[in-house]
């Protein structure tokens, strides 16, 4: 089964944060939605249950070595495993 990884990411812009009800960021940090990996790229890992298992992995990776996601004002909210081929919204 082709599974593709996105992950949730938050980028604080104030100081002390409040959680917003049903949200994985905050009300004063700006969402984002990106493409980690795919069963294309990483055939080792990526079924749907090794996802689960290797997808923290690569997500720690990608965000490492992403110059623009790599300081510490990014966090991770969530990571996902979709099965087939994902495209976050608005951007299909």
Known sequence: MFVTVAVILCRVVVAVPTLAPDTDCTAE??????????????????????????????????????PFYHSDRWRIARIKCVPGHYEPAGRA
Do not use: Y
């Open 29 to 66: 940090e700006a969402r984002v939605e990106e493409i980690v990996t795919n069963s294309d790229l990483d055939p080792e890992h990526l079924d749907f249950f090794g996802c689960q298992i290797h997808g923290q992995i690569s997500v720690a990776k990608w965000k490492s070595e992403n």
